[in-house]
């Protein structure tokens, strides 16, 4: 192409996109010829370019109809705020291979001020993929990609969209700071391996408002170096429940510090309210500030639980105990029902004892009988109503 051509091309396309950003800066991704039921990558791509480099603030718009997608990565720095408006139901392959060895489907990095909205359902169409899972058994097993990844995200608003039925996590935070997600909904069966909800790692001031997650893992797990993480008014079940960790089995982890989980119920789930970390594992990060209150249990197994000595399907030994010191932590005002004798299970590190634990209304009953607590490595402060602990046998 001649270099005048290319000119003229340039101030053309800088014409139109100065002239649609002069309309308010909406981008509708009809006008890359999107039609219902077709495949909107590119056109969700080449939306996102053009509002990455707007230097004023605009709004993608994804309107309501059935779509297919691929794997898709928005990635900033951006120049402005950007909102994704997305309706409708986007489906992805159900063939993993299909998204050509991406973590994730969506993948979003690098991104200040974004608000994703909208009613959008981000169909992973997982059921084929779940067959392929061997986690369960196999400790070096392939990771099947995510629906979402967020990674170094600042200031940003994820609300009322939906992640359906991901092949495996629904949805990673990743080196985030100051970003809420809010009537947000995960939904995927009970007999789906490795669905978690939101996993937080690396990240801070991350709020999960509003939210109701129901899958066949933890509802929201926080991982190493996740700071001042809120969990409120939201309802798990099923699924694994809130977990921090497990942690302990990188020597390079960083320290938990700042968790709130508050005005939450948890259905039928496996765990409650649970902190987990490896025996003989090198990290030593610790685990503090703790916080779990105004809670509902809904027939849980294990409402209430540390573990410190975490080893499920025998990955591990339990020779030496685990690192991690774990204090301040309290639980207040935890009702309702345990699927099991034991309510409330503390097995802290024999090696570093847990500090500052706290036993606080915690009111929870077994076909109808108050619920026990055990412990071990812990002296629990118990205020008001709460289970005296027997030592674990
Ligand atoms: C997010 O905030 C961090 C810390 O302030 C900063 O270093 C980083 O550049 C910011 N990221 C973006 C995409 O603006
Ligand atoms: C957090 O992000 C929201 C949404 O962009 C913004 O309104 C708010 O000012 C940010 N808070 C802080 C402390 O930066
Ligand atoms: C933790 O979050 C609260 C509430 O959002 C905020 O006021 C506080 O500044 C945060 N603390 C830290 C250490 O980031
Ligand atoms: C507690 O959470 C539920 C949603 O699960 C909400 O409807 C209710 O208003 C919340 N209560 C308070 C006191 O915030």
Request: glycine content about 8%.
């Amino acid at each position: 192409m001649g270099l005048k051509l290319s000119i003229i091309i340039l101030i053309f396309v800088s014409f139109l996109s100065d002239f649609s950003s002069a309309q308010s800066g909406v981008i509708d991704i009809s006008k890359f010829g999107v039609k219902p039921n077709s495949d909107i990558t590119q056109a969700f791509a080449s939306a996102w370019n053009e509002a990455c480099a707007s230097p004023t603030p605009s709004k993608i718009v994804i309107p309501s109809s059935t779509y297919k997608m691929g794997a898709l990565e928005l990635k900033g720095p951006c120049k402005a705020p950007i909102e994704v408006q997305v309706d409708g139901t986007i489906q992805s392959s159900g063939n993993p291979s299909d998204l050509k060895g991406a973590e994730q489907w969506v993948r979003v990095s690098y991104v200040s001020f974004l608000t994703i909205s909208g009613k959008a359902v981000f169909d992973g169409v997982g059921a084929a993929a779940w067959k392929q899972n061997d986690c369960g058994t196999n400790k070096n097993c392939k990771m099947l990609p995510m629906n979402f990844g967020f990674y170094f995200l600042n200031h940003s608003i994820i609300h009322d969209i939906t992640s359906k039925d991901s092949k495996s996590f629904n949805v990673m935070v990743f080196g985030c700071n100051n970003v809420t997600f809010d009537g947000f909904i995960v939904s995927a069966p009970a007999t789906s391996l490795n669905t978690d909800g939101i996993h937080i790692a690396k990240s801070s001031d991350v709020k999960i408002l509003n939210t109701n997650i129901g899958t066949g893992d933890d509802c929201v797990s926080i991982g190493d170096g996740s700071k001042n993480v809120t969990v409120q008014n939201v309802n798990c079940g099923p699924g694994h429940g809130i977990s921090v960790g497990s942690l302990g089995k990188n020597p390079a982890e960083e320290p938990v510090v700042g968790f709130l989980v508050k005005n939450c119920t948890l259905t039928e789930t496996d765990n409650g309210v649970r902190i987990k970390t490896w025996p003989s594992a090198p990290g030593t990060s610790p685990i503090t500030d703790m916080h779990f209150e105004d809670i509902t249990m809904v027939n849980v197994k294990n409402p209430i639980i540390i573990d410190q000595e975490y080893c499920p399907w025998n990955q591990c030994s339990k020779q030496s105990p685990s690192k991690i010191k774990i204090s301040k932590v309290s639980f207040k005002n935890i009702k309702g029902t345990s699927a099991t004798p034991e309510g409330v299970v503390l097995v802290c590190s024999s090696g570093v004892p847990c500090d500052s634990v706290e036993l606080n209304e915690v009111d929870l009953t077994f076909n109808g009988a108050p619920a026990t607590a055990k412990c071990a490595n812990v002296k629990p402060t118990i205020i008001g109503k709460a289970p005296t602990c027997a030592p674990v046998a």
